[in-house]
């Protein structure tokens, strides 16, 4: 998982990079998700496996939870800083810790309850909503906290679908779809026919394919870490993504953390914390 963090990090830098350059967010989403499909497919095939889902309705709810936190992460990412996108989105392992003892029958804790709390002071701690000018744009902020917690019910629809299916088949049903209905949005709405002015061909596909390819690689991996553990103790590890973050925002936007920032990010450790605490022991 913490591998994953990683690339997710990286992945969104790509993104970030694309909306800037002035692509669509659908747009985006088709790149992100279009060009690790032929090699989940050759995976996929050299194993012998299916490619319909064991499962189709757990797969249409992941597919529709983990779309919707895309097109709404892709949404935030325009406006945000790198670190204060990924720092919101960690309210997710808590609203997962908080969803999935009902969701997945796992054991609830009373502690996440408190955890919760503390993770949501921290967002509001780096949205500032009494000074929204300050620190973010607040309906960036909001767009932000609205992708953790349809991306907390995709995880766990992950969690369930491994059950079903193995995790390149997971990944696969849910690159396919998104990328076919992104696709499909876009064209409608007059997307996908023209490149911004500045940019070359090979500039576009040299950042689409490496958003795609890291983007399939943190989906795997996340995917596979879902599959041989619980759904709360997996998302913990996300919080491992900040400093990736940081320092990603440091080099390439020269963005240096505020104090909020800064503050938001401990509480969600903190959140964390409790909820690593908490867990029961074997």
């Known amino acids: ?149 349809l991306g907390a019910l995709a995880h766990i629809c992950v969690r369930h679908a491994t059950r079903f299916d193995m995790p390149e088949a997971v990944v696969f049903h849910f690159m396919v779809l998104v990328s076919a209905v992104s696709f499909a949005v876009g064209w409608m709405d007059g997307g996908f026919r023209t490149l911004p002015a500045d940019l070359s061909v090979l500039e576009v596909i040299g950042k689409v394919m490496a958003m795609g390819l890291i983007g399939a690689l943190a989906q795997l991996l996340m995917t596979y870490a879902y599959g041989h553990a619980q759904a709360p103790v997996v998302a913990i590890v996300e919080y491992g993504g900040i400093p990736f973050s940081y ?5 390439l936007w020269d963005e240096r953390a505020s104090l909020s920032a800064l503050l938001g990010a401990v509480l969600m450790v903190v959140a964390g914390g409790i909820l690593v605490g908490s867990r029961p022991r074997p």
């Open 247 to 251: 320092l990603i925002d440091l080099l």
């Open 1 to 149: 998982m913490l591998a994953a963090m990683a690339a997710f990090a990286t992945m969104g830098a790509f993104v970030k990079v694309l909306r800037e350059d002035g692509f669509s967010t659908v747009e985006v989403m088709v790149f992100r998700a279009a060009p690790g499909v032929p090699w989940l497919w050759y995976q996929l095939r050299r194993r012998g496996a299916r490619l319909w889902p064991n499962a189709p309705h757990v797969m249409f709810l992941r597919v529709f939870f983990g779309g919707s936190a895309m097109w709404a992460s892709f949404q935030a990412l325009r406006v945000l800083t790198l670190a204060q996108h990924s720092v919101l989105r960690l309210t997710m392992p808590v609203f997962v810790a908080l969803l999935a003892p009902w969701l997945l029958r796992e054991r609830p804790r009373r502690a996440m309850y408190g955890a919760l709390a503390i993770a949501l002071l921290g967002a509001l701690v780096m949205i500032r909503p009494d000074r929204p000018s300050l620190e973010m744009p607040l309906v960036a902020g909001a767009l932000a906290l609205t992708s953790a917690l």
